[in-house]
């Protein structure tokens, strides 16, 4: 998940923390399950490495997270347009709690999630990851997600769950960072691997666009599914600066056929390029588009469509020139 509008934004100075820095083994709480690792061949992203970049975004602090932010705004407006209350939600990928906080305040009980073992705790919340939920059936009438689901790595199955967690007439909503992000990061990293002179190695996540979003809801079974786009321009002083964000966002690269870290040669190129695309003041814009979805849990309440050939007026009829 990524931020500001297109009027832009901008981050400049010096990233103070190391790329490097090695993290001390994550505390794990007791309520957490151990799972068995994913098949590399199979699943895209690496599950314990997830965790790990979850765990050091969660102790670099909340200044890199305004895209997070950003979002979660973005759907509290969403959903002050629902016109039915809620009591019970399940904030899946807390972060840091700035979305359960705002749900708490309007009077909610919430129950905060993460596969980050150190966000999970640091709200007294439950560590698991979103394609794997403990929780059974009918247990909220609200579920709100910001920033994690693109890199969940059965996707389908997660939205299998989360709609089997709602009760009926439940609602599903979430945003994150969808298909034509990061072109810049993307074009710089191309001209590393150029300069390196190798195979190419995939570096940037797979994204998903705003209709296979809307499939995907559907398969789930989630009724009146909606998915849109909304495109961001951060405006960045240097790709330090980008990676340095994402990193504080538990964003960076977490492939399971990730390749070997970029030699000299290959960085020194990528940040070349990245100030090559760099407006006159020497700030370069990056994009992210981030992708919302909603969906209800099916009720008998809710709005159905018209039976297939119910209908009483002709579309030829309707089509006729008047007069």
Known sequence: MKLLSDSGHSRSGTNSRAAGT??????????????????????????????????????????????????????????????????????????????????????????????????????????????????????????????????????PGAL??????????????????????????????????????????????PQIDVRAAGDLLGRAGFALPVADVDGVTVRFSSLSRLIGDLRGMGATNILGQRGRPLARLGLAAAMADFRDQADPDGKTAERFEILSVSGWAPSPDQPQPARRGSGTTSLAEALKPKG
């Open 22 to 155: 090695e993290l001390p083994p994550a505390p794990q709480p007791a309520y957490s399950r151990r799972v068995p690792p994913d098949d590399p061949q199979t699943m895209p992203f690496d599950r314990s490495l997830r965790r790990l970049r979850r765990d050091r975004a969660a102790l670099s602090g909340a200044d890199a997270d305004y895209l997070h932010r950003r979002a979660a705004d973005e759907l509290l407006e969403r959903l002050d347009l629902v016109q039915r209350p809620f009591a019970d939600a399940l904030d899946l990928g807390c972060g840091h709690g700035y979305l359960t906080d705002r749900l708490k305040a309007r009077g909610l009980k919430v129950t905060p999630a993460d596969a980050g073992p150190l966000f999970a705790a640091a709200v007294g919340g439950l560590n698991c990851d979103e394609d794997r939920l403990p929780f059974p059936p009918a247990s909220f009438d609200l579920i709100v997600s910001v920033g994690v689901l693109d890199t969940v790595n059965d996707l």
């Open 160 to 205: 299998l769950l989360i709609r089997r967690a709602l009760r009926p007439d439940g609602l599903f909503l979430a945003a994150f960072a969808g298909a034509g992000s990061l072109p810049a990061l993307r074009r710089a990293m191309r001209a590393a691997e150029e300069a390196q002179g190798g195979q190419a190695s995939p570096r940037i996540h």
